[in-house]
Structures are given as structure tokens and as C-alpha cells.
Nanobody
Framework: QVPLVESGGGLVQAGGSLRLSCAAS????????MGWFRQAPGKERDIVAA????????YYADSVKARFTISRDNAKNTVYLQMNSLKPEDTAVYYC??????????????WGQGTQVTVSS
């Protein structure tokens, strides 16, 4: 059973918006930091955004600052990534991740299966 399930990906024109959701299944992650990563074809998987266990602390990659917003609802065991002003270079498979720590670290305990985001120019 995959403990993290992403949804909300799709095809959007440049300048548009998408909201990704990541729902935990089978266990809770309320004590874990959560994050979103992305991987474009031929490139490494890079972190996009992260949020601490309580939601009080967030991190964004420079490339998405002021355009993307990460949030979480611990009551629903769900993490979100609101993506605005999308650019073609945002095209990638987006992965949800649960860190093994309450704050962002190098240790990812679980990965989702990924959801494709394609931004057309």
C-alpha cells in the first residue's frame, strides 16, 4: 500500500495555476515534515518546497519562490502545493515526500508515486 497518494497534476498553459494534493493512506504524518520534489526528463529529482510538522516553517527553492505555496491540513492528513504563474520550465513529475524528521532534512522516509505537471507555452 502506497502511503502517499498525489493528485491534481495535469496540463496547463503558461501563466496558469494548479493545486497538487498529497493524501496519506494507512498511517499519519502529523509528526513529519512534508515536501514536494520534482523531476524533469534527464534531470535529478530536486526539492521544490517543504513544510514542518506544524506548518509553522516552510522552505522554497529559489525557482518557485513567490509563485508556489505549500500548506498542510493535519486533521485531513493532507499536504498541498498551490502553483501559480506556471512556466514551461515547471514541467516535471512532482513527488510528495514525508521526511523522517519534524523539520526538513536529508532523510525522506516515504515517497508518493508522482503526478505529471505539464506547462505549455
Amino acid at each position: 500500500q502506497v502511503p502517499l497518494v498525489e493528485s491534481g497534476g495535469g496540463l496547463v498553459q503558461a501563466g496558469g495555476s494548479l493545486r497538487l494534493s498529497c493524501a496519506a493512506s494507512g498511517r499519519t504524518f502529523t509528526s513529519n515534515a512534508m515536501g514536494w520534489f520534482r523531476q524533469a526528463p534527464g534531470k535529478e529529482r530536486d526539492i521544490v518546497a517543504a513544510i514542518s510538522w506544524s506548518g509553522a516553517s516552510t522552505y522554497y527553492a529559489d525557482s518557485v519562490k513567490a509563485r508556489f505555496t505549500i500548506s498542510r491540513d493535519n486533521a485531513k492528513n493532507t499536504v498541498y502545493l498551490q502553483m501559480n504563474s506556471l512556466k514551461p520550465e515547471d514541467t516535471a513529475v512532482y513527488y510528495c515526500a514525508a521526511f523522517s524528521t519534524p523539520y526538513r532534512s536529508d532523510y525522506v522516509a516515504y515517497w508518493g508515486q508522482g503526478t505529471q505537471v505539464t506547462v505549455s507555452s
